[in-house]
């Protein structure tokens, strides 16, 4: 078994992928000029990348684990993976470059409404079966693997982006699970960027009202 607070980089990824499409669906209604709308782009594809990983992670790795040690959850786990499937023509529209980012903020608005019910689903029915069965080892496992798959290069802005989606309890036990040097270059390097990032994303767009949080921007 694990405690809430070992599972708090699966859960800040959720409450980022709640936020940010919500902010970009806003966003991308009205790029400011082209530079905007080219970091707006790779924006979208970074966390369009990082939610496609998240769920092949789920659907290859987890959700079998979980059936293996609770076959009773058979049903609950296949209404996941099949939420996983509806999602899917909501991300392949939102990735599509040919369609300009004004076209696409209604797909954006439509994927943010479709994937926080989802996760709610997804936090109620598979959360508890990760707290009872999973270990330790097996979260730090998947965060390596994470780490991994998103690449050196792309981790201080995940990390930025995540933070800027949590609240600061939420973000003081997420910062804590990391090792020192973590902690280090977030504060002192990766979230002073960030910053600088959020402000020329989202510069005009009411960030609290999307996604609420306390002092995280101070």
Avoid at 83 to 110: G, M, Q, S
């Amino acid at each position: 078994m694990i405690t809430p607070e070992e599972l708090s980089g699966f859960l800040s990824m959720h409450q980022g992928f709640r936020a940010e499409f919500g902010r970009l669906a806003v966003a991308c209604r009205a790029p400011r000029d082209a530079a905007h709308a080219a970091l707006l782009e790779e924006q979208l594809v970074l966390v369009l990348d990082v939610l496609h990983l998240h769920h092949t992670h789920e659907d290859v790795h987890l959700w079998p684990y979980l059936l293996e040690r609770s076959p009773g959850s058979s049903a609950d786990l296949d209404a996941l993976e099949a939420e996983h499937e509806v999602l899917a023509p909501l991300i392949d529209a939102a990735h599509d470059t040919a369609v300009p980012l004004p076209e696409r903020a209604a797909t954006l608005d439509e994927l943010h409404r479709v994937l926080k019910v989802h996760l709610d689903h997804e936090e109620r029915v598979g959360v508890p079966l990760m707290l009872e069965h999973m270990t330790p080892e097996m979260i730090r496992a998947d965060a390596r693997k994470a780490e991994t798959e998103i690449g050196r290069n792309r981790m201080p802005v995940v990390f930025g982006w995540l933070a800027s989606c949590l609240d600061d309890e939420q973000l003081a036990v997420a910062v804590q699970q990391q090792p020192r040097l973590v902690r280090t270059l977030f504060r002192w390097f990766w979230w002073p960027s960030y910053e600088r990032r959020l402000r020329q994303l989202y510069a005009g767009v009411d960030l609290d009202a999307l996604s609420p949080r306390e002092g995280v921007l101070r």
